[in-house]
């Protein structure tokens, strides 16, 4: 019964989808207004984040008993749930008029993104890979199916077809990775892996060989999902293709996911700040992502002449600020960088606003975003003006906007990390935020000071008058988005404390000390007390696996009791002085208990 | 000849190489989907492989499980994106489905 409460989020999401399914299907083929499947996906979507927010920061992990090892819920997750779902409950809202003008199937459109929505909470939450990669699969299956949805227009199909292969490569480099994890550690879940890993990172060079090569896999695929240099190549291309509801959803939610699991898994896997003793660290290979994806996400926007291609541009140079958000750990706690989920936030209410002005300026069908077309649009229709202003600015990181009070927090975290070395990569990331100014500024001018050429014949429409979609739903979504990003501008107090706690519960932390203190003791549960010397390495790395899952499952099972209690008296023997087996080097990687209170979790 | 762990990883990196290769070099949509699917085997294979010799329990099996359901899956919406994409231009060479500018 508490699986199932917890778990009511996600169930939430997921009824949503088939309602809408069923709805669709009762309501009608010719239905010539389907609108409310939309406003029906968005308050379902909107119910579980309300749910989300309300359960899961205060559920402690012991309360779950059947679904202890596939899902995690704390204030981490319920931060990114809450946006993913905000997100999807945007996009639907977007859809709602945007949909019928495009020549688009409402009832599947809507379906999808719920279930999508579904897939991403389930990717987020997930404690083990299996259900990681179930979510990551369920999430990008259907925005496939959704980046291709608008069947008439080759724009759209290619769109699909591209992020379809670029996205299949990067599941199946996940999953390469993840395999390597599991032979490299025997195990699974994700604190299971960290304890393996820490296990044998004291251990030979052989040992790193697998968690070497699941890392660089690991950072592509999820690389490919962030839209991170040299791995973004297919993000222009999706995002001007797409339905533009279905890039904001992409933009917003499935950056945010893809960032909630990046930094919980490498900063989970790899225990930062010992990295798991790797040759090439995960703390260089972010850097160069970081460094790469901000230079070439901003000096390649500045050419573009498209809105969407501009608006996808942004998020891959926003991707390189997270990233460097997400290298620079707290350094107290070793947890995540807590400026990290506020700026995705800012980054999101931004990037959803601006992307929903643009999806309401494509009436009849219209594709051509090219930036002559926002000509006049202050005068035609300013309310979409001023909310284009606000979310672009706040994307540039001007002051009274979200944007800019999470490039602050970041940068200033960033520089907290380490005051020395850190700061030049904080002026680079500053350097860049000022040639992003050029082409956000670009698309203000255009929108405010440039008329619209006036062109004979044909191109009339084409020149400047881009009809505008009248829809109450997609001017709610937008207002939202617009105050939003004023309202974590002016007043950030609340949210920032939001992402700090969600920030202090992004490393799920192994219960190493018990492992690494006792290896011997703690073998009892499968085999002879002592290691056998034949294959020390072995069976250490079959204690510590050991470990890390007992500290993960349930404290009551009764099979378990003769092992724990056999444990804990070898455990007190060994605590005695003189008794102490050899620690292995650098304990005091596991010396410092983590001040968050996400110790054991 | 006794077949160890390290004959099912050798194996398992030259299907991924391969499936790399036919992504890379195959114009034809249909052929690109093989390179994918030969990549997630590649992987299934690894996590069969570690989970009967290496370590592991028996949860590398049960996953492959997973996948392979997962894969058919994932064929299914991919075909349909192809099927849209031969409406439209009436060929599925992806170098030939381009009207973007870049």
């Known amino acids: 019964m508490n699986d199932l409460l917890l778990c009511a989020p996600i169930l939430v999401a997921a009824g949503t989808g088939i309602l809408v399914m069923a709805l669709d299907l009762l309501s009608g083929r010719d239905d010539p207004r389907k609108g409310f499947l939309g406003v029906v996906t968005a308050a379902g979507l909107a119910i579980a984040a309300v749910l989300a927010v309300t359960l899961w920061p205060g559920a402690p992990a012991f309360e779950m008993s059947f679904l202890k090892g596939v899902l995690i819920v704390d204030g981490f997750v319920a931060f990114f749930s809450a946006l993913v779902l905000a997100t999807g409950a945007a996009a639907a809202l977007l859809a709602v008029d945007h949909l019928p003008e495009q020549g688009i199937e409402p009832g599947a459109f809507q379906t999808l993104l719920a279930f999508s929505a579904t897939g991403a909470l389930a990717f987020v939450a997930a404690a083990d890979l299996v259900t990681m990669f179930l979510g990551l699969e369920v999430m990008s299956l259907a925005v496939y199916a959704l980046a291709a949805s608008k069947r008439s227009s080759g724009f759209a199909t290619e769109a699909g077809l591209k992020y379809f292969v670029l996205g299949g490569l990067a599941s199946a480099f996940l999953l390469f990775g993840v395999a390597f994890l599991y032979g490299a550690t025997g195990s699974l879940d994700l604190a299971g892996i960290a304890a393996g890993l820490a296990g044998g990172a004291s251990s030979a060079g052989a040992d790193r060989v697998l968690p070497q090569v699941a890392l660089v896999l690991l950072l592509v695929a999820m690389g490919f999902k962030v839209a991170a240099v040299p791995f973004h190549f297919w993000t222009p291309d999706v995002y001007e293709g797409a339905p533009t509801p279905v890039t904001a959803y992409m933009a917003g939610a499935v950056k945010a996911a893809g960032f909630a699991v990046l930094s919980r898994l490498i900063l989970t896997v790899y225990q930062a700040p010992s990295w798991g003793g790797l040759p090439l660290s995960p703390a260089d290979a972010l850097l160069g992502l970081a460094v790469l994806t901000m230079v070439v996400g901003n000096v390649l926007g500045v050419v573009q002449d498209d809105v969407k291609r501009i608006l996808a541009y942004s998020s891959i140079a926003h991707a390189g600020y997270l990233l460097l958000g997400v290298w620079a750990t707290d350094p107290a706690t070793r947890a995540l960088n807590d400026g990290v989920p506020f700026y995705l936030l800012a980054y999101v209410a931004a990037t959803v606003g601006a992307f929903g002005v643009v999806s309401l300026l494509g009436a009849r069908g219209e594709e051509d975003m090219r930036l002559p077309r926002l000509a006049g649009l202050s005068k035609r229709h300013p309310v979409l003006a001023a909310v284009l202003l606000v979310c672009v600015l706040s994307l540039a990181g001007i002051p009274p906007f979200g944007g800019f009070m999470g490039k602050f927090n970041l940068f200033k975290a960033v520089l907290a990390a380490d005051p020395a070395s850190n700061v030049t990569w904080v002026v680079v990331a500053v350097l860049n935020s000022l040639v992003a100014l050029y082409y956000y500024l670009r698309i203000l001018l255009y929108a405010y000071f440039r008329e619209p050429e006036v062109v004979s014949g044909d191109d009339v429409a084409a020149a400047g008058h881009a009809p505008a979609i009248r829809s109450a739903p997609a001017w709610a979504a937008i207002g939202v988005a617009a105050l939003a990003s004023l309202y974590l501008g002016i007043l950030p107090g609340r949210m920032m404390a939001a992402s700090g706690s969600a920030a202090s519960a992004a490393v799920v932390r192994p219960d190493l000390s018990a492992a690494l203190a006792a290896p011997a003791a703690l073998a009892p549960g499968k085999s002879s007390p002592a290691p056998a010397p034949a294959s020390p390495t072995v069976s250490r790395r079959a204690a510590v696996r050991d470990a890390g899952r007992d500290a993960a499952r349930d404290a009551t099972r009764n099979d378990r009791d003769a092992a724990r209690n056999d444990r804990d008296a070898a455990h007190s023997r060994s605590a005695a002085p003189g008794t102490r087996p050899p620690r292995p080097p650098r304990p005091s990687r596991f010396a410092a208990p983590p001040a968050g209170g996400g110790s054991g979790r | ?102």
């Open chain 2, 1 to 102: 000849m006794h077949v160890t762990l390290l004959h099912y990883l050798v194996l398992a990196a030259v299907l991924f190489v391969l499936g790399l290769v036919t992504l890379a070099t195959r114009r034809n949509a249909i052929g690109v989907l093989l390179g994918i699917e030969l990549i997630l085997n590649a992987a299934n294979l690894n996590l069969v492989a570690f989970s009967r010799h290496g370590i592991g329990g028996v949860e590398g099996q049960v996953f492959t499980v997973f996948v392979i359901a997962l894969a058919a899956a994932e064929t299914v919406v991919a075909l349909a994106i192809v099927l849209a994409i031969f409406h439209h231009y009436r060929t599925v060479e992806v170098d030939r489905v381009s009207q973007m500018k870049n």
